[in-house]
């Protein structure tokens, strides 16, 4: 369901009872900013430095269209559920729900190499006066839905991805960025001969990220977005 942020001036798919929605969309005459922390920060800090952020570049807390977290391994379903009531509480404590739905996009995964040791705020994404000739969009990170070979499982996050982006009216034309997260044997390789030399710069990966979905049993998971800034942030 297609609902509108006026606050935050961009519309976005949500779902009662669901701690963040499917993807996000920046209303026209609107961009979205994309800002990395230099290193994650834990969730309750990082959504501090988050707001802090917003205001310095006076834009309200309501503009925020996604999180992206990092946690330290993936949740068994009873753990999930558990995380995820705390997090709703500290968004709706923040203002960031409306009409009872939670408006935010959410990518969360577990990091093979350089983690975190609790869960923790890796980057978000939020909306800025400003044009681009592409529109500017942000979606929640998609796993696969079910255990398969690899063909499949790409092939099952990709047609999910496509049909909400088509909700939403945007294009994978329109992206500047899409994510992969993962750990197959060949990135196995890149792991061990790469990013263990990195040490806490190993976090940010190598475009695709070497990570896991947060519920135990599943592989991958995918993510896209189209932003006109990027920018990096010190707590």
Known sequence: MQSQNTAGNYRFLGAEGRPFSNGAAADPGFDLVHATFERPLPLDRGLEAAARHLE??????????????????PFDSSRFEEFNHGYVERLTSMGLVVNGLLPAARTNVAAAVSGVSEPSVFAMTYTKPGDRDRKAFVMSGVPEEKPGDIESMLASMMRVLSERMADLGVLWEDATRIQLYGVDEVQGRLVDGVLRHLGPAAIHGIHWFPSLPPIEGLALEIDVRSAGTELVLRA
Not at 58 to 73: A, C, H, K, N
């Open 56 to 73: 310095k570049a006076s834009r309200p807390v309501q503009s925020i269209t996604g999180f992206e977290l990092r946690i330290p391994e």
